[in-house]
């Protein structure tokens, strides 16, 4: 007796129709998981001048005149 004989065809198609899928699903949400995960970071987008100017008043380390003289040259 064989697995192809007989009544046991129709139960293999099914388990066919079933098992494929399912291993297909699961291998493309095993690659997709893992990309994410493995992924490198990006890299930081730099400061516009104005973020910098901004960030170094907020600091502390520019006074507003300061402030106020360099984000005018800058926009020029």
Do not use: T
Not at 1 to 28: E, K, Q, R, S, T
Not at 47 to 73: C, H, I, M, T
């Amino acid at each position: 007796m064989g697995w192809f004989d007989g009544g046991h065809m129709g139960f293999m198609w099914i388990i066919w129709l079933v098992a494929i899928p399912l291993v297909v699903w699961g291998l493309y949400s095993l690659g997709k998981g893992a990309s994410g995960r493995a992924s490198l970071p990006k890299p930081p987008v730099p400061e516009s001048p104005e973020q910098v100017l901004k960030r170094r008043y907020a600091n502390g380390e520019l006074d507003r005149a300061d402030f106020e003289q360099r984000l005018a040259d800058i926009r020029r």
